[in-house]
């Protein structure tokens, strides 16, 4: 008979995701154009938000639409901002990337 | 007209309003602000510049993304919630039937055959007729096998019907533009000279004319039979959705193993000789089939079929489960 196995998920963080956790706790809320001009081209516009997306749906981040202009029109932008998981699972990574990878810490 | 309003418009129609919301309104509302500040002070050629950029990147999260964003969604989704036992069963399937496939049409070649063993490169060329029949009988066997047992949920639905479609487009080419030039190079080395094209060896447009001139010169016999073949061929490239669906309602059966094993197995005889068998059958009234009606329908009619019977198996057991709920 299988047995049935559950285990809990361990989350995990591209270098892409840690990037934009790093920006984003550093700097505060923050709209996709932003991170991509902060990355100094380490982000691109037409993957940022598929990033962002993700790291939404994982937990990491959460986002909120800003006031709709009144001058310009059109729509409301995104502003995104890190959750406390996000920031415990930077913390986690940078940390364990510390210790594993001695290179990463000079 | 604000920028980029018809873009989104059109996005509208494609995306999810999920997408919409993390990736197509972000990005539009980006380019719009920027745009309108770059504007603001007069820059008409960074502004140029800004709005390209705005656009490219638009276009690549559609073209790149999106498919990465429905593979992330559906497939990992299920090889998530389902341990990996979905590929574990869709394999081994597939490997399972094109052999299987390939033997069934290989052999009766071998045994017509006056020169020796085919070789590993006329096997080659029997492979791309055997792909037609594989594929939908190695995807109903992968679902049916794979999903035994489980709930059907939509991503499920979305996923087995995604896979289908894909089967069925694999099938459409194969049968379209490889079948007939692999057939025929199959002939011209086995006779070792050059032959002409048989039905078999037409394209589709060419087999379908050839029937019509046949049937206009009076010969309704040969030209329905032709003329069935080119309703076959179709149907059988779209029994790859059909039987993915079929898996599906076999699915919702929750039926037991060996239940499944028969269910599985009958279909795939049944489906596998319908074709033979009529042909058999209708010997005698083949200018029956001149009709291009007739042809499509009997040509259709075991798909037809098993799309009802699966409609019929899934919502039976959307009725079951709401039962158990009241």
Request: no cysteine; glycine share 0%; aromatic share 20%.
């Given at each position: 008979m299988r047995e049935m196995v559950t285990t809990a998920r361990i989350p995990t963080l591209s270098p892409k995701e840690g990037l934009v956790l790093e920006l984003l706790v550093q700097q505060g809320e923050m709209y996709g154009l932003q991170l991509v001009s902060l990355s100094k081209r380490r982000l691109k516009r037409g993957t940022v938000y598929v990033t962002l997306g993700r790291m939404e749906e994982k937990g990491y981040i959460r986002s909120r639409l800003e006031a709709p202009p009144a001058k310009i029109g059109g729509l409301p932008r995104r502003l995104y901002e890190p959750t406390a998981l996000g920031r415990r699972v930077l913390s986690a990574w940078t940390r364990v990337a510390r210790e594993l990878l001695p290179e990463f810490a000079r | 007209m604000t920028t980029g309003r018809r873009l989104r418009q059109w996005a509208k129609r494609v995306c999810s309003t999920r997408t919409m919301e993390q990736l197509i309104d972000p990005i539009i509302a980006d380019l719009q602000h920027e745009y309108a500040q770059t504007k603001a002070t007069r820059q008409m050629m960074r502004a140029a510049i800004v709005l390209l950029r705005g656009y490219c990147a638009f276009w690549i999260v559609l073209a790149v993304h999106l498919p990465a964003t429905w593979w992330h969604r559906t497939i990992r989704g299920l090889r998530t919630s389902y341990e990996e036992s979905f590929d574990g069963a869709v394999m081994p399937a597939v490997i399972a039937m094109v052999i299987l496939t390939v033997a069934l049409i290989a052999v009766p070649a071998q045994r017509s055959n006056q020169h020796g063993f085919l070789g590993i490169w006329l096997l080659v060329l029997l492979l791309p007729q055997s792909i037609p029949f594989s594929i939908p009988l190695s995807l109903f066997t992968g679902i049916v096998c794979g999903l035994r047992r489980r709930p059907v949920t939509k991503t499920v639905r979305r996923t087995v019907v995604s896979l289908g479609l894909a089967g069925a487009l694999v099938s459409v080419s194969t049968i379209v533009w490889v079948v007939p030039v692999a057939n025929q190079a199959f002939r011209t080395a086995i006779a070792r000279r050059v032959i002409l094209e048989g039905p078999a060896e037409m394209s589709s447009r060419e087999l379908r004319n050839y029937a019509l001139a046949l049937r206009d010169q009076g010969q309704l016999a040969k030209a329905g039979d032709l003329l069935f073949s080119f309703h076959g061929r179709w149907a059988l490239a779209g029994a790859a959705l059909v039987f993915s669906v079929f898996g599906l309602g076999v699915t919702a059966l929750r039926l037991g193993r060996i239940a499944t094993v028969l269910v599985v197995a009958t279909a795939c005889v049944v489906y596998g000789s319908y074709f033979e068998e009529l042909h058999e059958l209708t010997r005698a009234r083949?200018?029956?089939?001149?009709h291009e009606g007739v042809a499509l329908m009997f040509a259709w009619f075991p798909n037809v079929l098993m799309l009802l019977t699966s409609l019929a198996f899934l919502t039976k057991r959307d009725d079951q489960r709401s039962t158990a709920i009241i």
């Open positions: - | 083949l200018s029956l089939f001149s």
